[in-house]
């Protein structure tokens, strides 16, 4: 038994987010969880919810409101951006390190925030502060961090698939275009018609077009760790699927890039990275990274239109979410990134 281990709380325990942070923090072995926070099921004991050690089993959620006066070393906050951007600064301000799974302090103009998300950012310095925790792509920033903002699950998706290939020179930086298909529970877990089973099952639609609160962070990742990018169109789309990504991204090879230049590109960035694996594009599926933390890529060019065609699968509430936010922590408090959910099973 590890006794050095720091406590850990989840606010917003009972959302998928945060049931997948709750199983994966009961079995990290430098983590305890002390508290778990969520008001549909306040006073309820955490182990009639879930199959979980009786350390954590024994524990009763609280509501959500006493969650300014955790007591813990770090806290996880799966809640919506508004709750994070009230929270987080409370928390930060007390010295407990913060991963937030919201939007709230993901985009670095803090002048976006009203278009895309709906409020006016109240936290500017701590915005200014935040590490962006993408492991593969910004781990240098990430030792030490003591407030991580964690990447959404579709700016996860494809940053990981375009960031390598612009960074490489393999393709042009203008006129990308990025569709991708995500599994209802990206939408939460809220009560509404249109993600009833009736209204989803045997569907597939787009939604959001040209105004999804990813886009801007798409963009902002890509060029902060490509060196520069244009505009993306992002085509987001619901199909009924319980859990999971997979984007498919179109862009414009340079003149002269071949398969082994793009091939190259990829193996470079994550030739040893442990949760991303280079596969033929045709060979990457969602039900291969469903519950685990790997992201599955692949690209192939398509000599008769000059286009590169790269796909990455992930799975939106682990590596998308819960997962990537535990392997970002690793990544700050110097513990291998693998602790804790290298055992997830697909």
Known sequence: MIMDRLSAAVVGASGYSGLELTRILARHPHLRTVGLYSDRWADEFAGARLPLPPATASQRYLPQSHARDLQADVA????????????????????????????????????????????????????????YGLPELARDALRGATFITNPGCYATAIALALAPLLRAGAVEKEGITVSAMSGVSGAGRK??????????????????????????EIEQTVARYAGGVGPISFIPHLVPLRRGILATCVLKAVKGAGEAEIRSAYEAAYGREPFVRVLRADQVSVKDVART?????????????????ATSAIDNLVKGAAGQAVQALNAAMGWDETTGIDLLGG
């Open 293 to 309: 933390n790997r992201c599955h890529l692949g690209a192939i060019l398509d000599a008769r239109t000059g286009l590169v065609l």
């Open 76 to 131: 996880f906050l799966a809640t919506p951006a508004e709750v994070s951007l009230e929270l987080g600064p409370v928390l930060h301000t007390r010295g407990v390190t913060v991963v937030d799974l919201s939007g709230a302090f993901r985009l670095l103009d803090p002048q976006a925030y009203p278009h895309w998300y709906g409020f006016e950012h109240t936290a500017q310095a701590l915005l200014a502060e935040a590490r």
């Open 191 to 216: 009560a509404a018609e249109e993600y009833s089973f009736c209204e989803v099952d045997e569907d597939l639609r787009a939604y959001r077009m040209g105004r999804h609160q990813h886009t801007p």
